[in-house]
């Protein structure tokens, strides 16, 4: 294979995975998102390894 049919190749494969994506996702309402920065606004964290507390030692 030359590397413009590779390129081709996955250039399909991303387009696929994201029209995929798209067709798969529930639609975003911006009015219900948490807001991207949140310093101060009391909202806990969460989704990540980071907000989890850390581990009690015992």
Do not use: E, K
């Amino acid at each position: 294979m030359r590397r413009v049919h590779v390129t081709l190749l996955v250039a399909l494969g991303v387009v696929g995975l994201l029209a995929l994506d798209q067709a798969q996702s529930q639609p975003l309402n911006p009015y219900n998102a948490p807001p991207m920065i949140a310093l101060g606004s009391g909202l806990a964290a969460t989704g990540g390894h980071c907000a989890a507390p850390p581990p009690v030692a015992r």
